[in-house]
């Protein structure tokens, strides 16, 4: 991590491509929102996100009969890829079909699988262990490399740290919090690990040492609860369909499972399916906005200092996950 | 506000009431989780919330013929009073009787008042301007001897900035962040605001100089938007009840507003009134956990580091955002 946190310290000295907040102040009538400028953004500055790395959960069709889907995009390598592993394993396996949604707790979590427990899980999952939950110095040795060569980034200088004042960014859960790669991390201490923000699905587990499998999923539907960080395994994010989950009923039981009186409220899971497994036409398409463009830089700059006509004084700063990635659904041929 | 920051100053520095986090660390199993310790709290750390500050709003009835009820509590003196004002002039008017819920954008906020925006308001509602989004100096000088004095608080020794490091605390928004009197604030070069979490209420307004009069009003259901700070005033928060309007399905039209084809989604409220115009049987009766008490000082060190048993990795700070004041509700005789 220590060639990773320099990295990170050599941007922030690198001549900002933004201009200074005094400067923009005094150009603030008309200034762009944070949509806008992501709408204006070249076609150039979006990057496709990889079907294979898609997972699409059809839900029971809702009271008038309309379909219910929810996409997830997986993380890239090299975090928590054994237990994404699993998770192609258990889709591969329609092993999630039938299944339900069992828990909605208010301002924190979703969460979905086997309600009964009993479900025999598909054979050759990977035991995954604590360790796993962030990426240490030796192993980020070659992610840029890798990262470079498979997601064609750079860790360029218009990385969003560019933008703003770094100690600005601190929410007093790392020294380093930035997105790259079209991820939020957070970095300390020679380890770094994807955040919990809004959207985030991470791998439910039973008490330490466990871990999970990956068959049991949640999503965070509140305030970013930073305090699961580096305590589960964050495995991907809702880039569709996310109000489907947020707007369920909460359950009334323990932290926000169906009690027994209720457990009509489950929504049954229809199937969830590889991107890569639906045939070319139905399978959808996404895009994110480049993390290593200028228009992203703009954009994390206009989420931390907001001033777009409806705002009279820009906040100076913003947390790691009021700066969501922008991603878009794409039309298929 | 000089006054204010030196004051937190100083508790920064006196002898912290809880352990170091690495004499924790060693009593580790077995920890207490946040809820637990607030359950242990004695009857003394709680204080009555006054029914001149609660704002009761019922709900149509649900599919099933359950009332529903969502309760909200004031701010107090000083901050946003003027729109409070106007909110007990528009409940005392039963103005809201028959408006509804009219927007619900997923990750920002629920809305509402009157759909048709041409509802007469009362007459005498005050025009509030853009200062009274923050307190000033000026205002806090006296803003102490009244909280003493009215709320039996004392800005003591357990504000929880004592039980945390205070540079764990920045969230980039503000130099100082923290929860006295009930109350979430932050501050910076000689200003005070509350902050916009999960569950507070604010006002909504048109383009600046509009502020809003307080008839539409708008509840947190995602992230803490803490870009509003400032921008809007806020004056109080959802005390009972956030999760039937965290719940309630999206507006597809622009900003979360239902559009022409879902307009039966509108949920009609029945009425918004002032707790102390309830029948004293009827009013709901509620307490917060002493933000002054060594309890909340705990809760809070434990918000920022768990140590429960499920939890490996203690997370090393909170935003204050994740460190919700504890409220309950009390029987009425």
Redesign the interface.
């Given at each position: 991590m220590k060639k990773y946190l320099a990295r990170a310290a050599v941007f922030a000295l690198s001549a900002p491509i933004i201009m200074p907040v005094a400067a923009q102040d005094a150009e603030q009538k008309g200034a762009q929102s944070p949509g806008q400028i992501v709408d204006a953004a070249p076609a150039s500055d979006w990057v496709t996100i990889a079907v294979e790395d898609l997972l699409v959960m059809t839900l029971a069709a809702d009271t008038e009969g309309n379909p219910i889907q929810v996409v997830i995009q997986l993380m890239p390598a090299p975090f928590s890829q054994g237990w994404i592993d699993n998770i192609r394993t258990l889709a591969g396996a329609k092993w999630w079909d039938g299944t339900s949604i069992n828990r909605?707790q208010?301002?924190y979590v979703v969460q979905w699988g086997d309600a009964s427990e009993e479900k025999p899980l598909p054979e050759g999952l990977k035991v995954m262990g604590?360790s796993d939950?962030v990426i240490e110095d030796s192993t980020m040795a070659d992610t840029e490399a890798n990262w470079e060569a498979t997601h064609n980034v750079g860790f360029s200088e218009f990385s969003f740290i560019d933008s703003l004042d770094p100690?600005?960014?601190?929410?007093?859960?790392a020294d380093e919090e930035y997105v790259f790669a079209g991820w939020p991390f957070a970095a300390n201490k020679g380890e770094a690990w994807p955040t919990h923000?809004?959207?985030m699905v991470g791998v439910a587990r039973n008490?330490?040492p466990d871990t999970g499998t990956g068959a049991e999923l949640y999503a965070v539907i509140?305030?970013?609860?930073?305090?699961l960080?580096?305590?589960i395994a964050l495995v991907g994010r809702v880039i569709e369909g996310?109000?489907h989950l947020?707007?369920?009923?909460?359950g009334k039981g323990e932290l926000g499972f169906y009690g027994e009186d209720e457990l009509d409220k489950r929504v049954s899971i229809v199937s969830i399916r590889m991107g890569n497994s639906i045939s070319e036409s139905d399978a959808p398409a996404f895009e994110y906005l480049s993390t290593e463009s200028e228009t992203f830089a703009r954009y994390a700059d206009a989420?931390?200092n907001?001033r777009d006509?409806?705002?009279?004084?820009?906040?100076?700063?913003?947390?790691i996950?009021?700066i969501p990635v922008p991603i878009r659904r794409v039309a298929t041929d």
């Open positions: 909605v208010d301002n604590e939950y100690t600005r960014l601190s929410t007093g859960y923000c809004y959207g008490y330490s509140g305030h970013a609860p930073r305090h960080d580096r305590n996310m109000e947020s707007s369920l009923p909460r989420r931390a907001r006509p409806f705002f009279i004084v820009p906040a100076g700063g913003a947390d996950c009021n």
